[in-house]
T-cell receptor
Framework: AQSVTQLGSHVSVSEGALVLLRCNYS??????LFWYVQYPNQGLQLLLK??????LVKGINGFEAEFKKSETSFHLTKPSAHMSDAAEYFC?????????????FGQGTTLQVKP | GAGVSQSPSNKVTEKGKDVELRCDPI?????LYWYRQSLGQGLEFLIY????????KSGLPSDRFSAERTGGSVSTLTIQRTQQEDSAVYLC?????????????FGPGTRLTVL
Protein backbone atom coordinates (compact mmCIF):
# COMPACT_ATOMS: atom_id res chain seq x y z
CA ALA A 1 0.00 0.00 0.00
CA GLN A 2 1.15 3.49 -0.74
CA SER A 3 1.93 5.89 2.07
CA VAL A 4 3.51 9.26 2.63
CA THR A 5 5.58 10.38 5.59
CA GLN A 6 6.33 14.00 6.36
CA LEU A 7 9.18 14.41 8.80
CA GLY A 8 8.45 17.15 11.29
CA SER A 9 4.95 18.33 12.09
CA HIS A 10 6.27 21.84 12.77
CA VAL A 11 9.13 23.68 11.10
CA SER A 12 10.23 27.15 12.12
CA VAL A 13 12.54 29.33 10.03
CA SER A 14 13.56 32.96 10.03
CA GLU A 15 12.46 35.25 7.25
CA GLY A 16 14.98 34.99 4.41
CA ALA A 17 16.22 31.57 5.47
CA LEU A 18 16.05 28.36 3.48
CA VAL A 19 12.83 26.38 3.75
CA LEU A 20 13.14 22.58 3.68
CA LEU A 21 10.07 20.41 4.22
CA ARG A 22 10.68 16.68 4.03
CA CYS A 23 8.53 14.05 2.40
CA ASN A 24 9.20 10.37 1.87
CA TYR A 25 6.91 7.98 0.06
CA SER A 26 6.39 4.27 0.00
CA UNK A 27 5.24 2.90 -3.29
CA UNK A 28 5.53 -0.35 -5.21
CA UNK A 29 4.79 1.39 -8.48
CA UNK A 30 6.04 4.66 -9.95
CA UNK A 31 4.42 7.37 -7.89
CA UNK A 32 2.91 10.65 -8.78
CA LEU A 33 3.75 13.17 -6.08
CA PHE A 34 2.27 16.49 -5.06
CA TRP A 35 2.77 19.30 -2.61
CA TYR A 36 -0.26 21.27 -1.45
CA VAL A 37 -0.41 24.34 0.77
CA GLN A 38 -3.25 25.29 3.08
CA TYR A 39 -3.43 28.83 4.37
CA PRO A 40 -5.52 29.47 7.50
CA ASN A 41 -9.24 29.04 6.87
CA GLN A 42 -8.67 28.30 3.20
CA GLY A 43 -8.81 25.24 0.99
CA LEU A 44 -5.83 23.33 -0.31
CA GLN A 45 -3.88 24.82 -3.18
CA LEU A 46 -1.55 22.89 -5.45
CA LEU A 47 2.07 24.07 -5.21
CA LEU A 48 3.65 21.61 -7.63
CA LYS A 49 3.47 18.05 -8.91
CA UNK A 50 5.81 15.35 -10.19
CA UNK A 51 4.44 13.11 -12.92
CA UNK A 52 7.60 11.37 -14.20
CA UNK A 53 8.92 14.17 -16.38
CA UNK A 54 11.78 16.28 -14.97
CA UNK A 55 12.93 15.23 -11.51
CA LEU A 56 13.30 18.85 -10.39
CA VAL A 57 9.88 20.42 -10.33
CA LYS A 58 9.27 24.13 -9.99
CA GLY A 59 6.05 25.38 -8.52
CA ILE A 60 4.34 28.56 -7.53
CA ASN A 61 5.64 31.15 -5.07
CA GLY A 62 9.28 30.17 -5.60
CA PHE A 63 8.94 26.62 -4.28
CA GLU A 64 10.52 23.62 -5.90
CA ALA A 65 10.90 19.93 -5.15
CA GLU A 66 13.24 17.21 -6.33
CA PHE A 67 12.16 13.64 -6.90
CA LYS A 68 14.88 11.22 -5.74
CA LYS A 69 13.94 7.64 -6.49
CA SER A 70 16.97 6.19 -4.68
CA GLU A 71 15.91 7.96 -1.49
CA THR A 72 12.14 7.68 -2.11
CA SER A 73 11.95 11.36 -1.30
CA PHE A 74 10.25 14.45 -2.64
CA HIS A 75 11.41 17.28 -0.37
CA LEU A 76 10.07 20.79 -0.82
CA THR A 77 12.44 23.74 -0.75
CA LYS A 78 12.46 27.49 -1.09
CA PRO A 79 15.70 29.50 -0.98
CA SER A 80 14.32 32.42 1.03
CA ALA A 81 11.29 32.30 3.27
CA HIS A 82 8.71 35.08 3.31
CA MET A 83 6.29 35.80 6.10
CA SER A 84 3.48 34.97 3.69
CA ASP A 85 4.76 31.39 3.41
CA ALA A 86 3.46 30.58 6.89
CA ALA A 87 0.91 27.83 6.31
CA GLU A 88 0.42 24.09 6.49
CA TYR A 89 2.02 22.01 3.76
CA PHE A 90 0.92 18.58 2.66
CA CYS A 91 2.77 16.03 0.58
CA UNK A 92 0.54 13.61 -1.34
CA UNK A 93 0.90 10.59 -3.60
CA UNK A 94 -1.34 9.06 -6.19
CA UNK A 95 -1.34 5.73 -7.92
CA UNK A 96 0.13 5.10 -11.36
CA UNK A 97 -1.47 4.78 -14.77
CA UNK A 98 -5.18 4.12 -15.00
CA UNK A 99 -5.83 5.52 -11.58
CA UNK A 100 -8.61 7.74 -10.39
CA UNK A 101 -6.35 10.51 -9.16
CA UNK A 102 -7.38 10.05 -5.55
CA UNK A 103 -4.70 11.35 -3.24
CA UNK A 104 -3.03 9.89 -0.18
CA PHE A 105 -1.76 12.68 2.05
CA GLY A 106 0.98 12.95 4.60
CA GLN A 107 0.21 14.28 8.06
CA GLY A 108 1.18 17.81 7.15
CA THR A 109 3.91 20.20 8.25
CA THR A 110 3.13 23.59 9.72
CA LEU A 111 5.66 26.19 8.61
CA GLN A 112 6.26 29.12 10.93
CA VAL A 113 8.25 32.09 9.61
CA LYS A 114 9.78 34.35 12.21
CA PRO A 115 10.61 37.99 11.49
CA GLY B 1 -18.18 31.70 -8.69
CA ALA B 2 -15.10 30.32 -10.35
CA GLY B 3 -14.03 27.94 -7.59
CA VAL B 4 -15.39 24.95 -5.70
CA SER B 5 -17.94 25.99 -3.13
CA GLN B 6 -19.16 24.10 -0.10
CA SER B 7 -22.03 24.66 2.28
CA PRO B 8 -22.49 25.13 5.09
CA SER B 9 -19.10 26.43 6.13
CA ASN B 10 -19.76 25.32 9.69
CA LYS B 11 -22.19 22.77 11.07
CA VAL B 12 -22.78 21.94 14.71
CA THR B 13 -25.00 18.97 15.42
CA GLU B 14 -25.92 16.67 18.23
CA LYS B 15 -24.78 13.08 18.40
CA GLY B 16 -27.21 10.82 16.61
CA LYS B 17 -28.52 13.41 14.17
CA ASP B 18 -28.12 13.17 10.39
CA VAL B 19 -26.25 15.86 8.44
CA GLU B 20 -25.92 16.76 4.78
CA LEU B 21 -22.91 18.56 3.35
CA ARG B 22 -23.03 20.10 -0.09
CA CYS B 23 -20.38 20.59 -2.74
CA ASP B 24 -20.67 22.65 -5.92
CA PRO B 25 -17.77 21.78 -8.21
CA ILE B 26 -16.25 23.98 -10.86
CA UNK B 27 -18.53 24.05 -13.88
CA UNK B 28 -17.54 21.44 -16.45
CA UNK B 29 -15.42 19.37 -14.08
CA UNK B 30 -16.38 15.73 -14.39
CA UNK B 31 -14.39 14.34 -11.46
CA LEU B 32 -15.36 15.09 -7.86
CA TYR B 33 -13.66 13.94 -4.67
CA TRP B 34 -14.53 14.11 -0.99
CA TYR B 35 -11.83 14.11 1.66
CA ARG B 36 -11.92 14.42 5.46
CA GLN B 37 -9.41 16.36 7.53
CA SER B 38 -9.32 15.50 11.22
CA LEU B 39 -6.80 15.91 14.02
CA GLY B 40 -6.35 12.23 14.58
CA GLN B 41 -6.36 10.93 11.02
CA GLY B 42 -5.03 13.79 8.91
CA LEU B 43 -6.39 14.12 5.37
CA GLU B 44 -8.25 11.02 4.16
CA PHE B 45 -9.89 10.18 0.88
CA LEU B 46 -13.58 9.32 1.24
CA ILE B 47 -15.27 8.93 -2.15
CA TYR B 48 -14.78 9.76 -5.82
CA UNK B 49 -17.18 10.38 -8.71
CA UNK B 50 -16.26 10.42 -12.39
CA UNK B 51 -18.99 11.23 -14.87
CA UNK B 52 -21.68 8.55 -14.93
CA UNK B 53 -19.39 5.79 -13.68
CA UNK B 54 -20.05 4.02 -10.40
CA UNK B 55 -18.40 5.98 -7.57
CA UNK B 56 -15.31 4.73 -5.78
CA LYS B 57 -16.51 4.44 -2.19
CA SER B 58 -13.42 2.71 -0.87
CA GLY B 59 -12.58 5.47 1.61
CA LEU B 60 -15.93 5.74 3.39
CA PRO B 61 -15.30 4.84 7.06
CA SER B 62 -18.66 3.22 7.76
CA ASP B 63 -22.07 2.57 6.26
CA ARG B 64 -23.33 5.69 8.02
CA PHE B 65 -21.59 7.68 5.31
CA SER B 66 -23.01 8.01 1.82
CA ALA B 67 -22.74 10.45 -1.06
CA GLU B 68 -24.49 11.16 -4.28
CA ARG B 69 -23.88 13.36 -7.25
CA THR B 70 -26.89 14.62 -9.11
CA GLY B 71 -26.76 15.48 -12.79
CA GLY B 72 -23.00 15.14 -12.81
CA SER B 73 -22.63 18.35 -10.88
CA VAL B 74 -23.61 19.04 -7.26
CA SER B 75 -22.69 16.42 -4.69
CA THR B 76 -24.09 15.78 -1.23
CA LEU B 77 -22.28 13.88 1.50
CA THR B 78 -24.66 12.47 4.09
CA ILE B 79 -23.66 11.24 7.52
CA GLN B 80 -26.35 9.37 9.42
CA ARG B 81 -26.49 9.01 13.19
CA THR B 82 -23.46 11.23 13.67
CA GLN B 83 -20.84 10.32 16.25
CA GLN B 84 -18.30 12.55 17.98
CA GLU B 85 -15.49 10.95 15.96
CA ASP B 86 -17.15 12.32 12.81
CA SER B 87 -16.09 15.82 13.85
CA ALA B 88 -13.73 17.03 11.14
CA VAL B 89 -13.40 19.35 8.18
CA TYR B 90 -14.92 17.80 5.08
CA LEU B 91 -13.23 18.92 1.87
CA CYS B 92 -14.53 18.62 -1.64
CA UNK B 93 -12.36 18.83 -4.75
CA UNK B 94 -13.05 18.73 -8.46
CA UNK B 95 -10.95 18.29 -11.56
CA UNK B 96 -11.59 18.45 -15.28
CA UNK B 97 -11.40 14.70 -15.45
CA UNK B 98 -9.86 11.95 -13.39
CA UNK B 99 -6.19 11.01 -13.28
CA UNK B 100 -3.00 12.47 -11.91
CA UNK B 101 -2.48 14.91 -14.75
CA UNK B 102 -5.52 16.90 -13.78
CA UNK B 103 -5.17 19.30 -10.87
CA UNK B 104 -7.72 18.93 -8.12
CA UNK B 105 -9.22 22.22 -7.00
CA PHE B 106 -10.34 22.21 -3.39
CA GLY B 107 -13.21 24.00 -1.75
CA PRO B 108 -12.85 25.77 1.63
CA GLY B 109 -14.43 22.86 3.47
CA THR B 110 -17.27 22.32 5.91
CA ARG B 111 -16.29 22.16 9.56
CA LEU B 112 -18.52 19.60 11.29
CA THR B 113 -18.73 19.53 15.08
CA VAL B 114 -20.68 16.72 16.71
CA LEU B 115 -21.56 17.44 20.33
Amino acid sequence: AQSVTQLGSHVSVSEGALVLLRCNYSSSVPPYLFWYVQYPNQGLQLLLKYTSAATLVKGINGFEAEFKKSETSFHLTKPSAHMSDAAEYFCAVSYGSGNTGKLIFGQGTTLQVKP
Amino acid sequence: GAGVSQSPSNKVTEKGKDVELRCDPISGHTALYWYRQSLGQGLEFLIYFQGNSAPDKSGLPSDRFSAERTGGSVSTLTIQRTQQEDSAVYLCASSQTSGVYNEQFFGPGTRLTVL
